[in-house]
Structure formats: structure tokens, C-alpha cells
């Protein structure tokens, strides 16, 4: 007897992605696609290098699934803030228009229904952290993007970054994972937990000024940047929402490993940032207490039910 399945995860073949973008797309010419590398354990979404008449775009093929907790407004929300970010002139990879106007297109796979959508590719090579001047133009396009985005509208709905979803969702799926063998590590998790959600409770208020809140990339890494000379163009914003200012520095301070570095590199940073925005007192101080915030999101991020990195890949507390 053959038993039909559940998949949790599939990689759609890039001959019949290759086929739905040329149909649903205006590039003219031949398109091709190929699947950039991938790591067995990544969670992150599938990308395909597109070519056409030429020139060169990215596919994202978005994931899907509960754990996500996302909605085709979700998606839509970050297109959006990425074509009005273009408009701003800000340096950024924006989604391409599709012959209907739109820019998100969907296709079923095994797991269900997937959205996709078509971006510029970005130039140059990959940011290096050794680099002060990049940091400093790094820092000077985050704090421009942060200010630009408080004139951003728009009618899709979109998850914010709130301590409830950083802190309280990510611990219940560290729970749900870790299990009773790992009491000891967890009650030092729920410990710094506890201990951030104070302090940043104390700092920060919905209602203080100065563009404290607002809507952030929530993911900045070295990774999803290249430079062209000291002009960077970012991408993968799949993690953009409404969230604090100060949490998304943490996390490009957290990604970059830049808290363990010279500190000269972590100063050129803030040195580029702050030439166009101040931080507050308080947001200044919350980067130190959102730090240990991004580290339990990100251990949460993997201990998802459905996720392919498997539960062992998770990083003890």
C-alpha cells in the first residue's frame, strides 16, 4: 500500500520556474533559471538566478507553512516598502513588475501554495567588515532608510517585531524543542529573557519620539549587501516589519559579529548612522538588552517544527 505524505519543504526545478516567469513576465527574450547554492540546513527561502534578453534578476520563491505565520498581504507589504524605497532613491534590490501591474505571483508545490517574486540583482562584491568606510556608508544608508520609511503608507497588513514575537513565540518553540533534558540551559534562556523584556520595557514606550519606532529591515547582514566601490545595495528584506530602530541595529551588530570585533569598526558604523539620524539615550541603551533578544529569536527561528535544519542544529543558551 502506497501512503500519501506531508511534504514540509520542496525546491520547485528552475526549467518550470524559468517557464512561469517568462509567461507571467515582460523581460523580453528567452528566460533561464538557475538554483543558487544552498545549505542543507538553511532555512531561509530558495533563489534562482534569471537571465533574459541579456540582463540578470533574482527570484525568490518565498517558503510556506504555519511556523511562518505569514499571509499574501505579508508579502505584499515588503514589495511595496521595497518599490517606494527605490522611488526614495534608496540603494536597495526592488521587486519587478509583472505584465498584470502586480509584483507578487504564486505557484503550488507539494507543501502548498508558494509566492514568488522577481528582483533587480544587486552590483558589485560582498561588503567586507574590515572596511571603515563601508561600515560608515552602511551605517549612513540604514539611518537614511529608517527616516525615509516614516513617510511610508500603505494598505497591507504586515506582522510587527514586537517583543511578543521576538521573545514570548520564539521561547514556546524553543520549549516545544528543547524538552525536559534541556531544563538547565532553559531556565538560563527564560532568565536573560525575562531580564531583556524589563529593561527594554523601561526604555522604550510606543508613544516616545523621535522615529523610534517604524518600519525596519529586521534582518541587516553583511551578507545581504554588496558594494560597488563604497556604494552598497542591500537585498533580502523578507524579514522587514514594523519593529524598534534600535533592534535593528542590534541585529546587524549581532549578525556581523560586530560587538566582538575592534571596537574603531563598531564606531565607523555608528559614526555613518549617526551623521544622519540621533539615537536617543534610550535607544542606545536598548541595543545592549536587544542583542540578547536577537539571540533567542534566532534560536527560535531554527527550532521550528517543519524546519530543515533539525532539531539538533539548534545552539545551546
Same mark, same amino acid.
Request: aromatic share 12%; net charge negative; proline share 3%.
Given at each position: 500500500?502506497t501512503?500519501?505524505?506531508?511534504?514540509?519543504?520542496?525546491?520547485?526545478?528552475?526549467?518550470?520556474?524559468?517557464?512561469?516567469?517568462a509567461?507571467?513576465?515582460?523581460?523580453?527574450?528567452?528566460?533561464?533559471?538557475?538554483?543558487?547554492?544552498?545549505?542543507?540546513r538553511?532555512?531561509?527561502?530558495?533563489?534562482?538566478?534569471?537571465?533574459?534578453?541579456?540582463?540578470?534578476?533574482?527570484?525568490?520563491?518565498?517558503?510556506?507553512?504555519?511556523?511562518?505565520?505569514?499571509?499574501?498581504?505579508?508579502?505584499?507589504?515588503?514589495?511595496?516598502?521595497?518599490?517606494?524605497?527605490?522611488?526614495?532613491?534608496?540603494?536597495? +534590490?526592488?521587486?519587478?513588475?509583472?505584465? #498584470?501591474?502586480? /509584483?507578487?505571483?504564486?505557484?503550488?508545490?507539494?507543501? !502548498?501554495? $508558494?509566492? @514568488?517574486?522577481?528582483?533587480t540583482i544587486?552590483?558589485?562584491?560582498a561588503?567586507s567588515?574590515?572596511?571603515?568606510?563601508?561600515?560608515?556608508?552602511?551605517?549612513?544608508?540604514?539611518?537614511?532608510?529608517?527616516?525615509?520609511?516614516?513617510?511610508?503608507?500603505?494598505?497591507?497588513?504586515r506582522?510587527?517585531?514586537?517583543?511578543?514575537?521576538?521573545?514570548?513565540?520564539?521561547?514556546?518553540?524553543?520549549?516545544?524543542?528543547?524538552?525536559?533534558?534541556?531544563?538547565?540551559?532553559?531556565?538560563i534562556l527564560?532568565?536573560?529573557?525575562?531580564?531583556?523584556?524589563?529593561?527594554?520595557?523601561e526604555?522604550?514606550?510606543?508613544?516616545?519620539?523621535?522615529?523610534?519606532?517604524?518600519?525596519?529591515?529586521?534582518?541587516?547582514?553583511?551578507? +545581504?549587501?554588496?558594494?560597488?566601490?563604497? #556604494?552598497?545595495? /542591500?537585498?533580502?528584506?523578507?524579514?522587514?516589519?514594523? !519593529?524598534? $530602530?534600535? @533592534?535593528?541595529?542590534?541585529?546587524?551588530?549581532?549578525?556581523?559579529?560586530?560587538?566582538?570585533s575592534?571596537?574603531?569598526?563598531?564606531?565607523?558604523?555608528?559614526?555613518?548612522?549617526?551623521?544622519?539620524?540621533?539615537?536617543?539615550?534610550?535607544?542606545?541603551?536598548?541595543?545592549?538588552?536587544?542583542?540578547?533578544?536577537?539571540?533567542?529569536?534566532?534560536?527560535?527561528?531554527?527550532?521550528?517544527?517543519?524546519?530543515?535544519?533539525?532539531?539538533?542544529?539548534?545552539?545551546?543558551?
Amino acid at each position: 500500500m502506497t501512503n500519501h505524505i506531508r511534504v514540509a519543504r520542496s525546491f520547485v526545478a528552475s526549467d518550470a520556474l524559468a517557464s512561469v516567469i517568462a509567461k507571467e513576465y515582460d523581460l523580453g527574450g528567452d528566460v533561464s533559471c538557475k538554483l543558487f547554492s544552498k545549505l542543507v540546513r538553511t532555512q531561509d527561502n530558495d533563489h534562482y538566478l534569471v537571465t533574459a534578453n541579456g540582463s540578470s534578476y533574482v527570484a525568490r520563491v518565498y517558503q510556506c507553512g504555519e511556523p511562518l505565520d505569514r499571509t499574501e498581504s505579508d508579502y505584499q507589504f515588503e514589495l511595496a516598502w521595497l518599490t517606494f524605497l527605490k522611488d526614495k532613491n534608496m540603494p536597495v +534590490s526592488y521587486p519587478i513588475a509583472r505584465k #498584470d501591474g502586480g /509584483f507578487l505571483g504564486s505557484v503550488v508545490a507539494p507543501e !502548498g501554495l $508558494r509566492y @514568488y517574486a522577481l528582483f533587480t540583482i544587486a552590483k558589485g562584491e560582498a561588503m567586507s567588515l574590515n572596511n571603515m568606510e563601508q561600515l560608515f556608508q552602511y551605517g549612513i544608508k540604514m539611518a537614511q532608510i529608517h527616516e525615509v520609511s516614516n513617510q511610508f503608507e500603505t494598505e497591507h497588513k504586515r506582522f510587527s517585531m514586537d517583543l511578543d514575537y521576538l521573545l514570548d513565540d520564539s521561547i514556546m518553540r524553543i520549549q516545544q524543542s528543547w524538552g525536559d533534558d534541556r531544563a538547565e540551559e532553559l531556565e538560563i534562556l527564560l532568565t536573560s529573557a525575562a531580564e531583556a523584556r524589563i529593561e527594554l520595557e523601561e526604555l522604550l514606550s510606543p508613544d516616545m519620539g523621535g522615529n523610534a519606532w517604524g518600519v525596519i529591515g529586521g534582518d541587516w547582514h553583511q551578507g +545581504s549587501v554588496f558594494f560597488d566601490g563604497n #556604494d552598497p545595495t /542591500f537585498f533580502n528584506f523578507d524579514l522587514c516589519g514594523h !519593529g524598534w $530602530r534600535a @533592534y535593528d541595529i542590534a541585529t546587524f551588530l549581532s549578525n556581523s559579529a560586530l560587538v566582538r570585533s575592534d571596537t574603531d569598526l563598531a564606531e565607523a558604523f555608528f559614526a555613518g548612522y549617526y551623521s544622519v539620524r540621533q539615537l536617543a539615550a534610550e535607544e542606545h541603551a536598548a541595543i545592549s538588552p536587544f542583542l540578547t533578544v536577537r539571540r533567542i529569536w534566532v534560536m527560535g527561528t531554527f527550532a521550528r517544527e517543519d524546519g530543515i535544519a533539525g532539531h539538533t542544529f539548534i545552539a545551546p543558551a
